[in-house]
């Protein structure tokens, strides 16, 4: 680790905008000729769903995450530079953490290396939470869904967002490599430039656009690497691949990307306020950037994410061919709830009342959309239709789609009479399993940065590396 | 009147977070952004109206760096809960597409 007291310029890598989305690995090897402090990856998002958190399952393939973490510890030691990860695993809920673990332990062993490695834990504890709750010290996000002790009891998980601080904390103690559970993308890459008092608007900023690796180009091809300068007084980017620009639009344009508000980003300890954020061409594929401010915040809140069982789930797809139906599809569709709603109740008494789900797509008329569909006319010739079976258990999801199945087939309309087929059908019920809902929106108000985020520091490999300070 | 779908560079929708929907209007020169931003057409109550929300629910920007126009508004459905017809926000754009620019 760097023990410069002043130094002028540091120089961040970020490999890719997730582990596991890959990049080109002549990209990196460029970005390391070019002399990184350090490198930084994000390794989850709740941007794939709420199933990710609550099953424990990732997005991304295993061996893709294995991919990407063996070329970028491998860069990383090469260099005798720190690796930080962070939201490891999708959800960096536990069960992704220890996988995200195995896989780095795996790829060390295989490469023969040794290092200090940091985990950061950050799921959380329910009963935690529910004091801390009862102490007013979570609070809602806007918009947020209502929020009690009971949600916190029915999640399935439930993991803090965590700050640069973490991250500090395990460098300061010695660590080559952090692993992190859930942490803010741009903590990740914002820890290093703030231990070294770096401008925090610059610092945030600079982490913002790295965070997504060479996602703020001009002529985005694949996922790949992105490059930071930054100074005391502004930093350039651009990205190693020499065919990638940078154009102060790119970039301004960059912070609008998955944020609610392009010039406010809210972190833990405070705000990145962008307003006065200049951007400068330095050549055709770098640019400068400067005015950035960072507005520290009275109180220092953690983000909660958390997913709980929704039921599970049947699903059925089918189409309909015939104009006829097409043109009373509302009609034919509104029967089709109420006969089935008798047939369940005829099947299953009042074993089931309030506990199942029917809900119905049509794709041809508002399947994107639904209500808020301003095109009202089908202009289609034909309907793709997707019902959706949702029970407290797999089995009752599955008969529900035989259910739904049959009475959907032969639904008869004035128009013919005698048995009609009025549904094609590719394939029968598909179980889906298990179907997760992000249940909180809220913040949490730790007695210190660290509190929800414990860490482990091991010995991987043999020997403690010698002179290895960069 | 020109169609916003053939001026802007890039219409788009996406998450932001499970809670919240964002739209971006990006364009390739300043002279169509400044057009567009100048006429007036495209502004928070448009935004409401075409999502049956209340304009005070919406959050709109113009962002002269980025030649970009955008609004963000709360999630009809929570992303990935059951009903949602779309994980990541990205295909709620299409009504935006047919704005009138003068």
């Known amino acids: 680790m760097m023990h410069q007291p002043s130094l002028d310029e540091l120089r961040i890598l970020s490999p890719t905008g997730v582990c596991g989305s890959g990049f080109s690995e002549q990209s990196l090897e460029t970005g390391l000729s070019m002399l990184p402090h350090f490198i930084g990856c994000d390794a989850g998002s709740t941007d794939p769903g709420p199933e990710y958190l609550g099953s424990g399952a990732t997005a991304f393939p295993v061996e893709a995450i294995t991919r990407d973490l063996g070329l970028m510890l491998s860069g990383a030691r090469r260099l005798g530079i720190p690796l930080l990860i962070g939201s490891a695993g999708t959800g960096g809920g536990d069960i992704q953490l220890d996988l995200v673990r195995g896989i780095l332990l795996e790829v060390a062993k295989k490469q023969g290396l040794s290092f200090n490695l940091a985990v950061i834990h950050s799921e959380q504890d329910k009963d935690f939470l529910i004091e801390k709750l009862r102490q007013g010290r979570i609070t809602p996000l806007e918009p947020a869904p209502p929020f009690d002790e009971e949600v916190i009891q029915r999640s399935a998980h439930i993991v803090g967002m965590m700050g640069a601080e973490p991250f500090i904390r395990a460098l300061e103690g010695g660590a080559d490599v952090v692993l992190a559970g859930r942490a803010s993308d741009t903590a990740i890459f914002a820890s290093v430039p703030l231990m070294h008092g770096f401008s925090p608007g610059l610092a945030w900023h600079a982490a913002k656009i790295l965070e997504c690796g060479a996602a703020a180009v001009v002529n985005r091809k694949s996922p790949d690497c992105m490059f930071v300068w930054l100074r005391r007084d502004h930093f350039l980017v651009a990205a190693p691949d020499p065919d990638l620009r940078c154009t102060p639009q790119s970039i301004a344009s960059h912070s609008l990307y998955e944020n609610a508000d392009p010039f406010r980003l809210i972190e833990c300890s405070g705000t990145l306020d962008l307003s006065a954020a200049q951007y400068v061409a330095v050549d055709d594929r770098t640019v400068k950037v400067s005015g950035s401010l960072f507005e520290h915040a009275k109180r220092y809140t953690v983000k909660l994410e958390g997913a709980e069982l929704s039921g599970f789930q049947s699903i059925l797809i089918g189409s309909v061919r015939d104009p006829l139906i097409i043109g009373q599809i509302d009609d034919w569709m509104a029967r089709l709830k109420m006969r089935i709603a008798a047939r369940v109740k005829m099947v299953f008494g009042d074993t089931l009342v309030g506990r199942w789900n029917l809900g119905v797509r049509i794709y041809g008329k508002n399947g994107t959309m639904g209500e808020l569909e301003p095109v009202q006319e089908i202009r289609s010739h034909e309907l793709c239709l997707v019902f959706e079976m949702t029970a407290p258990t797999q089995k009752i999801a599955h008969s529900l789609a035989g259910i739904v199945r049959h009475q959907a087939l032969h639904l008869p309309i004035p128009e013919w009479s005698g048995l009609i087929t009025a549904v094609a059908l590719p394939y029968n019920a598909l179980d889906r399993g298990p179907i997760y809902r992000f249940n909180m929106n809220q913040v949490l108000e730790p007695s210190d940065p660290f509190e929800m985020f414990p860490m482990e520091l091991i010995r991987v490999g043999a020997q403690p590396e010698q002179g290895k300070a960069s | ?102």
């Open chain 2, 1 to 102: 009147m020109t169609r916003l779908a053939s001026l802007a560079r890039l219409i788009r929708s996406k998450n932001a977070g499970p809670f919240v929907l964002t739209f971006d209007i990006m364009f390739d020169d300043p002279q169509t952004y400044q057009r567009v931003r100048d006429s007036g057409v495209l502004n928070r109550d448009t935004v409401a109206s075409l999502y049956s929300i209340a304009p005070a629910k919406v959050q709109f920007f113009y962002c002269d760096h980025a030649l970009a126009v955008k609004a963000s508004i709360p999630r009809p459905i929570i992303q990935g809960d059951v009903g949602d017809s779309d994980g990541h926000g990205g295909q709620q754009y299409a009504p935006l597409m047919d704005i009138e620019i003068p």
